[in-house]
């Protein structure tokens, strides 16, 4: 069975950065693959955004930023950790919200299958 653990919320000034982080692990310590990794993030009332995506490919990996954090966020993976990360700097107080991430991970006996981590908050204050 295949875990995400998420780190690195908190609370912060305006202009200040936060790095959160999406831990992947398979109880058993079998071999798993990350094909995709999500950050969305959420706030009461409010549709479920997208805020990055890191999709692996033969010839590397592709990344997508949602408009609103383009040149304040990036998303990047140590595939040898089997981490995500979701680097913010710059932030506002409209980034306000809880972030999630999920991941596409392949495991041998499960095969490609789509797994969510338990959500961090994260506060930006004016």
């Known amino acids: 069975q295949v875990q995400l653990v998420e780190s690195g919320g908190g609370a912060v000034q305006a202009g200040e950065s936060l790095r959160l982080s999406c831990g992947v692990s398979e109880v058993s310590g079998r071999r798993l693959v990350i094909n995709i990794m999500n950050w969305y993030r959420q706030t009461p009332g409010k549709q479920r955004e997208t805020v990055a995506t890191?999709?692996?490919?033969?010839?590397?990996?592709?990344?997508e930023v949602a408009d609103a954090v383009k040149g304040r966020f990036a998303i990047s993976i140590d595939f040898a950790k089997n981490t995500g990360y979701l680097q913010m700097d710059s932030l506002k107080p409209e980034d306000t919200a809880d972030y999630y991430c999920?991941?596409?991970?392949?495991?041998?006996?499960?095969?490609?299958?789509?797994?969510w981590g338990q959500g961090t908050q994260v506060t930006v204050s004016s």
């Open positions: 890191m999709t692996r490919r033969s010839s590397g990996t592709v990344t």
């Open positions: 999920k991941a596409n991970v392949w495991t041998p006996d499960q095969g490609s299958k789509d797994y």
